[in-house]
C-alpha cells in the first residue's frame, strides 16, 4: 500500500521512494507525493530520477485501491530501485488554487440556496461546479461570487483534518455531496476553512489569498435541476 504523502502536505514538492512493483509503462512506488486523478481534480504530472535516468509521470491513476504512475518509459526499472520523484509544481500549485476556490464557492452557494454539489471538474486554468439547482440568477451569482472574493481577502486558513463519521455527521457546517461518501471509511479526510468543512481527498492551499480572485466566466443549464457555474482565478 502506497503511502500518500500529499493527503498530509500538499505542498511537498520532491521526495525519495522505492519501486514496489512495475506493470508495463506503469510504477508502484512505497510512498508518493503524486496526486492519483480523481474527485475532479486531475492528476499530477512532474519526473522520477532513477539511476542516472530521468522518466516523464505523465498520469497517475487509481486501480483496485492501488496508485500507480504512468510512465513515458519504465525501461530499465525494478522492484526495489530508489528514485527520487519531482512535481510539476505549476500545474499542481493551479490545480490546488482552483480546487480550495471551488470548496470556497460551492460553500457560499449552498449555504444561500440549500443546494448540493452533483459534480465538478477542476483544470490548471478554470473549475467548475454543478448544483442541483432549478435557476441560476445572474445578479445572486455575482453576490456569491463577491461573498468569495471576500472571503479570499480574510486570509482564512485552511486546514486538513481526519474526523469519524460520527464526528462528520455531527459537523453541521458540512456542504455534502450529493453523491455522499464511500461506505465503511473510519477516518475521514476533511478540509476545514472554518466556516465550512468538506470530506475531500484533494489537494489545497494554506491560506484562502493563495486563490487569487475568482471570476466566474459562465452560467449553464445541464438540466432541469442541474445548474453549472465555471470561474477562473486571477492572477493566472
Ligand atoms: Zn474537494
Request: proline share 3%.
Amino acid at each position: 500500500m502506497t503511502e500518500l504523502l500529499y493527503l498530509t502536505d500538499s505542498y511537498l514538492k520532491e521526495f525519495d521512494a522505492v519501486v514496489t512493483a512495475v506493470e508495463g509503462n506503469a510504477i508502484e512506488l512505497d510512498r508518493t507525493a503524486f496526486y492519483p486523478e480523481g474527485g475532479g481534480q486531475p492528476s499530477d504530472e512532474g519526473t522520477l530520477a532513477a539511476d542516472g535516468a530521468v522518466h516523464r509521470v505523465v498520469r497517475v491513476f487509481k486501480k483496485d485501491g492501488r496508485v500507480w504512475h504512468e510512465l513515458d518509459s519504465t525501461q530499465g526499472m525494478t522492484a526495489g530501485q530508489k528514485v527520487r520523484g519531482t512535481l510539476d509544481w505549476k500545474r499542481r500549485y493551479a490545480l490546488m488554487r482552483h480546487h480550495s476556490a471551488a470548496h470556497l464557492l460551492s460553500s457560499i452557494i449552498c449555504v444561500n440556496t440549500g443546494a448540493q454539489v452533483t459534480g465538478n471538474k477542476k483544470y490548471v486554468d478554470r473549475a467548475r461546479v454543478d448544483f442541483d439547482l432549478p435557476m441560476l440568477d445572474k445578479a445572486a451569482v455575482a453576490d456569491w461570487e463577491k461573498e468569495a472574493n471576500e472571503m479570499v481577502e480574510k486570509g482564512i486558513s485552511v486546514e486538513i483534518k481526519f474526523v469519524s463519521p460520527e464526528e462528520l455527521e455531527k459537523d453541521e457546517r458540512l456542504c455534502k455531496l450529493r453523491k455522499g461518501l464511500p461506505p465503511g471509511l473510519t477516518s475521514i479526510r476533511v478540509v476545514d476553512m472554518g466556516f465550512d468543512a468538506i470530506a475531500c481527498a484533494g489537494t489545497h492551499v494554506r491560506n484562502t489569498r493563495e486563490i487569487g480572485k475568482i471570476k466566474v466566466t459562465k452560467l449553464e443549464s445541464k438540466g432541469k435541476e442541474q445548474k453549472r457555474i465555471e470561474f477562473v482565478l486571477e492572477p493566472t
